[in-house]
């Protein structure tokens, strides 16, 4: 069974900076696309960023240029670096991954929450 757990939410002052990750464990073949989405209370869930396992990566227009999305292989782990942040990236964050087993299957971590004051 593949478990994603994120850690790295917080509270932080608008301009701040946060480090986001998430790991990957159980028994799997291999990670194709790890990605982070988040959802703000009352709005629907959305993209943030992906990377896929040949380095493609892609951003929310709201993402570019104050996030990074990397990626760790050899540790099955995904971070965003978010800078610059700003009231309205208040929002619990998840991580998804898209995972080889016996089939690929698309994974949830249960969510960091990201507060920022104003």
């Known amino acids: 069974q593949v478990q994603l757990v994120e850690s790295g939410g917080g509270l932080v002052q608008a301009g701040g900076s946060l480090r986001l990750s998430c790991a990957a464990s159980?028994?799997?073949?291999?990670?194709?696309?790890m990605a982070w989405y988040r959802q703000a209370p009352g709005k629907k869930r959305e993209l943030v960023a992906r990377?896929?396992?040949?380095?493609?990566?892609t951003y929310a227009d709201f993402a570019k240029g104050r996030f990074t999305i990397f990626r760790d292989n050899a540790d099955n782990t995904v971070y965003l670096q978010m800078n610059n942040l700003e009231p309205d990236d208040a929002a619990v964050y998840f991580c998804n991954m898209e995972v080889v087993t016996t089939y690929t299957g698309s994974y949830w971590g249960e969510g960091t929450t990201v507060t920022v004051s104003s």
């Open positions: 159980g028994t799997f073949l291999r990670i194709n696309v």
């Open positions: 990377t896929s396992s040949r380095s493609s990566i």
